[in-house]
Each structure stands twice: as structure tokens, then as C-alpha cells.
């Protein structure tokens, strides 16, 4: 009985926990959303759609209508959510999935406090010291706050049940069944979500580098070092094959951004972000200290006080060498020195070095961009850190055990452990309430009055897509329009309830052309719009609005459409195909000859308003080979700055808004994407001051071919300002850039230019072809 005394203790206190923090989760798991905005809704939607609705196992068709995606880019759970399509013939998974879901993420915090206490066992610590910091530690865990949007990753099991089948691995005489389990381990991972899986790839295959190199009798060992590489090796060789054999989808970025977004820092491990620390460390020095919510892995006040301690006694020993033996004492477990290396080796790469210091190495690894968020990789330094600290302070614990002072040991461990708890506390608190605030909206039974009559109002048999407006698409990250939770979020309501696939997308790396093909949906209705002849199905679309703002492109596709619901918050159109792809051109055209005797001449055009601002720049004079119109164009570099014009004091007057507007050419390789900018940028001479309004170019509704009308609105702060108009690009930006036809012009004013040869008419920069 005192042999499985702590085991049952540890039990009843991570039974106890979970029902104090998470007792409405476990009992009625099936009536939340842990978030019902951004990433969190989107992943139970990619999930739940994919179980219930999808008729491919490997397409994802709920977004990037009429293409889909490849599953393994919508982060559904891949595993999961097709292991329970193929069992849901009785639909029990179409009502249970989201609960199940949820009892999952619950049931990796319970296991963890396990696997923790498992491991610290791994290293001969005290059964009842395991059982304090395996509490501490597994409260303190970071992947918490990831219940909050990215579900597949909030599996705070999974990096302990990874290092703990490298031990046991380690320690076996008989190998082949820690291997397939070590393998198939880090198979499930990648399947469940490939960040997850590559970061515990990258512990491992550390692990094994840093054996071979430092301990000789793993050298001698060849075989089983061998086969400790293959389930490193075999797992992505699989992942893949598989993708690669799977996926349809061409035109996938290889250079997205964000590799150097959400890097870790030093003060992301071991400074706190929530109380009791939080706050007294602001009040001490003030807001100065921003961490980074993807690097968060606070390791706790009692692991940070075991490195400030080793730090500083190597730093002694450096100048007295009796303090090495000391030193050596805290590093006497061979297998956790190497996995603390590993784990360090890790960190650096969370740290995104030596790529801060070395940018130009990410050409050579360019396969390494396609992590945007290395911060996350921190995680498994978070875990061996913390194992670490508990064996120092078991260490310190015998320490004075042996010099009879008892009382000291005790207060030590138990100080330490604690003090742990009590720092994790407060993560559950806030997301034992968060979790909570939403309720389950795929449940028939929990969905809102607003949302239960906007389906009755919808015969899926009669649509056959979903266009949310105001329209927005994240994916390939070089056509895009802006997110809006609320449109967001009632769309993947109504598209989960009705079956419905929808145009828009929030993905990551979908095909570029497939993304150009989908944004220009929303273009003015008098450019060809090339999706038309992806589209198989004749039937009318379905238009979903809330409360988010529309533009006035947006507003254009309203007018042809018909309502067919409406309350408070959602609204229903029926868009017919035909009128979806109907030029207007002859509209625009009738509405200029029928006030062009009004017109006024401004040069080489007619204005509506002779006395309004208008500025022209058409770049006759510089020669490129790429043109929108004419026979010159603005052509450079991406990267940097260019400045595409330059206007002095006194052009413009404030208080008014003026809009801008050029035509960029979006066919060369990363040509808009990168984060790159259009800005107007106003310097105040007197005041030695700039004031800049911001556009992103990868989000221009307006595509005609491979140009992209990039427009924005501004107004100058002081008149007597300098303004110019430029690009700025990324310093390792490769592409060129090509800019044509910069027209500014005052908000109200429209003005038109008629081609009668090329039968083109000129508004307002836009070429409308008749």
C-alpha cells in the first residue's frame, strides 16, 4: 500500500483539479465552443464539416469552394476527424462531435499529470517529491492558452508521452515494441497537427544527435541508435509521401512569411505573464517587457532560480576551478543532461537562431520558412527544464538530508513544488472561464433562435455555395481579404447546419491560383472573372451579411441579389449564377453618356467636379516591357522603398479625404506577398515628424489578369507636409515590381477618359471594356 500510496494521492488530486476547474467541460462537454472566433471556431468547423459533410476523406470542402483543400492544411484533426467519418453511418459523431473533442483536450490534461510523474520516476525521484512537481508542473504547461484557438495543439500530453518512450526506450533490453510505439507515436502527432509533430521530431532526433556525439556507449550500440533514427526518419518520410501523392492543389507558396513574426526570447521562458508574479514585476518596472503569446513557456520562479544558480556558478567557475565539481554534481544523470542539451538545441531554434543573426541561411534551408511560428517550439525546453529543476531540488534535498537538517530539505522541495501550483492556478482560472463563455453552435439544440429560422429559410438543394460578405480569405498570402469574426463566424454556422461549401477561406498555404481565382469574385462585375469555368454547377449562390461592413464592390453584388431573410443580426440573399457573372459594363457606359455634356476637361479627362484635386501619373516616360496601359510603367525592385511619386507642400488640404489608387502587376513569383506595403507617407518639416496610412496590396478586391488595382483612402495631417506615395518591401524580397497608372483624386470625384479605339472607357482607374 505504500508503495502505490502517492499513485492513488496524485490521482485524487488530478481528479480533484479537473473537477474544480473544469467540471461543466467534463459534464456536459457537448454544449461548448472553447472560442467561437478566429482560429478556434474555424478548426472546430474544418473538424465538425469534415466528419459530417465531406464526401472525400482526403479533400477538405467546406471553404476554398469549388476547390477545397487538402485536409492536412485545415488543421481538422486529420486523424481524428476521419477515423470518426468512417464510424458516424448512424451519425452519432454529427451530434457528439464537438463534445468528444472536448472531453479529448480534457483528457490530455488529466493524463499529463501522469506522464510527468512517470517521467520524473524515470530519473529516481522520491515518489512523493514526483507527485508535487508533477502537479506543479503539469498546471504551469503553456499549451493551455492554446484551448483558446488552435485546439490541435493544446495536447499538453504529448511532448511528456514522447520523452518518456525515449526513456523507456533507453533503458529496454528488448527494443522492437518501444520502437513501433515510438514510431507510430510520432505518426499520430504529425497526423493531428504537423507543428506538433515536427516539434517533437526535433526533440527527438537532438536527443539522438547529442547521444551519439557526447556518449561513446551509445556509439557502440549501432543498431539501436539506428533504429532510434528511423522513428525519427520513417514517420516524415511517410507524412510526405502522403501529401505528396494526395495533393491536387498546385501553386502552393514555398516563401511564406513570418518566420522571424513569433520568435522566442529569453524572457518569454523565464519571466511570468500571469499573476502573482505578473504584477509585481510590472510595478517594479513598469510595462516595459512585451512576451510573445506564441513563446509563452514560463518554466516558474523555482526552475528559473535552478538556472540563475547554475549560471552563476559557472560563471565562478570559470575563475575557480574547485566550483566545476560542483557543478558537475547537478549534471551526474548522463540521459537528462543530454535531453536538457536537446531541449536547448530546441530552444535556439525557437529562438529563430542562427537565422536572426544569419538571414541570408534561410535561402539555404528555405524548406524552414514554412514554420511561422518557432516560438512555439519552446515548449519542449518548457518540459525538460522543469523535470530538470525537480531532480536539482531533490539533489539540494539530500544534500541536507545527509547534514541532518531535515526540516531545511523539506521546506526546500516543498517550497519549490508549491510555489509551482500556485503560479498555474491562475492559467486555469482564466481558461476554465473562457472555455466556457460560448456555447456549442453546431448543436442543433444550443443554436440561437437568429440562426435556427436563417436555416429554415435555406434549401441546401437549391444553392450551391456559401459567399459571405464582407468577403474574407487567408491562405495563400498573396490574395486575401480580411477577416470579420462575426461574418466569419455565422457563415461556418450556416455552412456546418446546411452542408453548404463556402467561397471564402481562413487556411493556410492554399494554392495561389486557386486564392486570385476566388478574391476576384468580389472584383466589379465588368471584369472577366475566370472562376466562372471552375464552376460545374449552374445554381444560384448563397449571400450571407451581418453587421461587418461591406465595401462598396461588396454592395454592388447586394443590389443584384434577393433577400430572403433578415433579422437583427444576419441577413440572406440569393445571388443567381447569371447574375453573379453578368458584366455591367453597358451600365457604366449609358451612366457616362448620359452626363457627359456635365462633364468638365481636366487635361485628358472628364471630371465631375472641376474644382476637386486630381492627380495623374500614367509613367509614360520610364520603359518596362510590362504595362497596364500605354507603353510605360513603373518598374524596380520589390524589396526596400520605391517611391512612386512625390507631391510638395501645399497639393493637398486637410480635412479631406483623397483616394489613391495603382494598378500592380501580381503575375511574377511573390510578387504582392511578404507583408508588402503601399504607404502615403506625410513629413512635417517643421515638426520633423511622419505620419503614414498603410495598404496591403495582397488584399486588392479589383484583379484584372495579372494586375491588381490596389486602392486606399488618406487624408494629411498638415498641408504645408511633404507626401509621397511608395512601395516598401521586405529587404530580401527577390521579385520585381511593376506599378502602373497612380491615379489620387478627391473622394467624391469621378472622372472618366473614353478609348474609343481600343473601346475602353476610363473610370475612375478602372478599365471597363465595351
Known sequence: MSKIKPGIVLVIVALGFMLIFYRAVLFNPNAYLFSDKGDGIKNYYTYYYHIVHDTSCINFEGMNYPFGEHFLYTDCHPVLANLFKFFNDNDFFTQYAIGILNLLMMLSIFITFFLIYFILLEFDIYKWTAVLFSIGITLLAPQIFRMSGHLALSYSMAIPLSWLLILKYMKARKKAGLMLALTANNLFWLFIHSYLGIILLSFQFAFIVLCFVLDKNYRKSGLHYLNLFVTVVFPILVFYIFLFVTDNHVGRTDNPSGFFLYNAEFDDVFLPHHPPLRPILDQLLGPVIKLKWEAWSYVGLATTMVFLFL?????????????????????????????????????????????????????????????????????????????????????????????????????????????????????????????????????????????????????????QAILPLPFYYQGSETFARPRHDETMRASMILSAHTGLPMFSANLTR???????????????????????????????????????PITHYEQKILWKSKQIFKSENIKLYQLTFDDLFKSD????????????????????????????????????????????????????????????????????????????????????????????????????ESANSWEN??????????????????????????????????????????????????????????????????????????????
Not at 336 to 341: H, K, N, P, Q, V
Not at 523 to 546: A, C, G, N, R
Request: glycine share 4%; net charge positive.
Open 510 to 548: 492554399t494554392s495561389i491560383p486557386e486564392s486570385k481565382k476566388i478574391v476576384q469574385l468580389v472584383s466589379p462585375s465588368f471584369y472577366e472573372k475566370t472562376i466562372q469555368h471552375d464552376l460545374t454547377s449552374k445554381k444560384p449562390v448563397l449571400i450571407i451579411t451581418t453587421n461587418d
Open 311 to 463: 549560471l552563476t556558478v559557472s560563471i565562478i567557475s570559470i575563475f575557480k576551478k574547485g566550483k566545476r565539481k560542483t557543478l558537475s554534481v547537478y549534471f551526474n544523470n548522463r540521459t537528462l543532461t543530454i535531453s536538457l542539451l536537446a531541449a536547448f538545441v530546441v530552444l535556439l531554434f525557437a529562438m529563430a537562431f542562427p537565422f536572426k543573426q544569419f538571414p541570408q541561411l534561410l535561402e539555404i534551408f528555405p524548406v524552414l520558412k514554412q514554420f511561422r511560428a518557432t516560438g512555439r517550439f519552446v515548449w519542449v525546453f518548457y518540459f525538460v527544464a522543469t523535470v530538470f529543476g525537480a531532480y536539482f531540488y531533490q539533489l539540494v534535498y539530500d544534500r541536507y538530508l545527509n547534514k541532518r537538517k531535515q526540516v531545511i530539505a523539506y521546506l526546500i522541495v516543498l517550497a519549490s513544488g508549491v510555489f509551482m501550483v500556485v503560479e498555474g492556478v491562475p492559467y486555469h482560472i482564466e481558461t476554465s472561464n473562457s472555455i466556457t463563455r460560448s456555447s456549442n453552435q453546431f448543436n442543433t439544440q444550443l443554436l440561437g433562435k437568429t440562426y435556427q429560422e436563417a436555416i429554415n429559410c435555406i434549401n441546401p438543394e437549391k444553392f
Open 585 to 684: 459594363a453597358d451600365a457604366y457606359l449609358k451612366e457616362f453618356e448620359a452626363q457627359k455634356d456635365s462633364l468638365f476637361e481636366d487635361d485628358i479627362f472628364l471630371v465631375s467636379d472641376s474644382s476637386s484635386f486630381l492627380y495623374f501619373e500614367s509613367y509614360e516616360t520610364k520603359q518596362s516591357d510590362i504595362v497596364f496601359r500605354g507603353t510605360g510603367a513603373f518598374n524596380s525592385a520589390k524589396k526596400g522603398k520605391n517611391i512612386l511619386a512625390e507631391l510638395s507642400p501645399g497639393t493637398f488640404e486637410s480635412g479631406k479625404t483623397y483616394a489613391l489608387s495603382c494598378w500592380m502587376y501580381n503575375g511574377f513569383k511573390d510578387a504582392l506577398n511578404l507583408h508588402f506595403q503601399l504607404r502615403v507617407e506625410e513629413f512635417d
Open 693 to 770: 496610412t498603410i495598404c496591403f496590396p495582397e488584399q486588392s478586391e479589383v484583379i484584372s489578369g495579372n494586375w491588381s488595382l490596389v486602392e486606399m483612402e488618406f487624408k494629411v495631417k498638415n498641408p504645408d507636409s511633404y507626401v509621397y506615395i511608395v512601395s516598401k518591401g521586405k529587404l530580401n524580397s527577390k521579385s520585381p515590381f511593376v506599378a502602373d497608372e497612380l491615379l489620387i483624386r478627391e473622394q467624391h470625384l469621378d472622372v472618366y477618359r473614353m478609348d474609343t479605339v481600343k473601346k475602353t472607357l476610363f473610370y475612375n482607374n478602372h478599365d471597363i471594356k465595351f
